[in-house]
């Protein structure tokens, strides 16, 4: 079972940072893609980042260059950082696997077989 975990979500200002990491539980993460999404309340999840088994890397128009896609093999680990978050970042966080393997990764949530239980981040004023 290919199952992440996410974790580091929380409360943080306008403008602040946050990083969240997807943990590998039961296999090698650097062998598939995985895709960050969100969920706000009452809008449909939508994309936020993926890294592919290759290293590529994809970003959504709304969060490009404030957040990096990142990871660390050893510790089996894939982290999404976002800076200057806004409001409208609000949202419940996940990170999902392909277990396909494409060295390039996709932005569909269909593409995605498993998925974390999802992590928090409220950006407050």
């Known amino acids: 079972q290919l199952q992440p975990v996410e974790s580091g979500g929380g409360l943080v200002q306008i403008g602040g940072s946050l990083r969240l990491s997807c943990a590998a539980s039961?296999?090698?993460?650097?062998?598939?893609?995985i895709g960050w999404f969100r969920q706000a309340p009452r809008k449909d999840r939508e994309a936020v980042g993926c890294?592919?088994?290759?290293?590529?890397?994809s970003y959504v128009d709304s969060v490009k260059g404030r957040t990096t896609i990142s990871r660390d093999n050893a510790k089996k680990t894939v982290y999404l950082q976002m800076n200057a978050l806004k409001a409208e970042d609000t949202a419940v966080y996940y990170c999902?696997?392909?277990?396909?393997?494409?060295?390039?990764?996709?932005?569909?949530?269909?593409?995605?077989?498993?998925w974390g239980q999802g992590t928090q981040i409220t950006v407050s004023s």
């Open positions: 999902a696997v392909d277990s396909d393997g494409p060295p390039y990764c996709s932005g569909y949530a269909s593409e995605y077989e498993f």
């Open positions: 039961g296999f090698t993460l650097e062998d598939y893609a």
């Open positions: 890294i592919g088994s290759g290293g590529s890397l």
